[in-house]
């Protein structure tokens, strides 16, 4: 178990659990590491439009161009974006979607690390069960191809239940 997201080791499942006031914080931190250390990855986001991501990055000095975004809030995807970087799903609640475009990308093998924020999102439009199984095959499947998994969640009494269960498989939990 590790302490903090500055010094987590970034390799495996790792479950980043926050407050509502260091999530934002705690997310910029993660990604501006995971882009200097793993290089291009895959953007999950759920609950936020990701041209609002994009912009957190570029002010936060990342750069989104080696970020491939699944856009999970039901907006399509095209500001500033080069075409074939983005992927638009109907919605956090499209499961089957969801997985059909991770592994899509994924089977490219052209990104070393996944980042979904965040499984609350997950947990809030459909139900435990469907939840559990959706994010217990994708991290099974991208451990397997030796792609770092970083699930955020919020430390609220919904995802309570699904942070259970992924810590189980989860190499890293950090709580702050």
Do not use: W
């Not at 975004?69 to 074939?84: S, V």
């Not at 992927?87 to 475009?101: M, N």
């Not at 430390?155 to 942070?163: A, G, H, T, V, W």
Request: charge should be positive; proline fraction near 1%.
């Amino acid at each position: 178990m590790a302490t903090d997201v500055k010094t987590v080791s970034l390799n495996g499942l790792i479950i980043v659990i926050s407050s509502s006031e260091t999530f934002q914080k705690n997310n910029q931190l993660l990604i501006q590491r995971l882009v200097k250390e793993k290089k291009s990855g895959i953007y999950v986001t759920l609950s936020v439009a990701h041209s609002v991501i994009v912009n957190r990055l570029e002010k936060g000095k990342s750069k989104a161009n080696s970020l491939f975004f699944i856009d999970g809030a039901g907006k399509k995807c095209t500001d500033g974006l080069k075409e074939g970087h983005y992927k638009s799903v109907q919605g956090p609640e499209a499961l089957t979607e969801l997985s059909i475009a991770i592994s899509e990308v994924a089977n490219t093998g052209n990104y070393q690390f996944l980042f979904l924020d965040s499984i609350g999102t997950l947990q809030l439009y459909n139900d435990f069960e469907n939840a559990s199984k959706f994010t217990r095959f994708m991290t099974n499947k991208l451990k397997l191809m030796g792609i770092t998994c970083v699930i955020i969640s919020l430390d609220e009494s919904q995802s309570e239940k699904l942070n259970s269960v992924l810590k189980q498989s989860a190499e890293f939990v950090v709580i702050e």
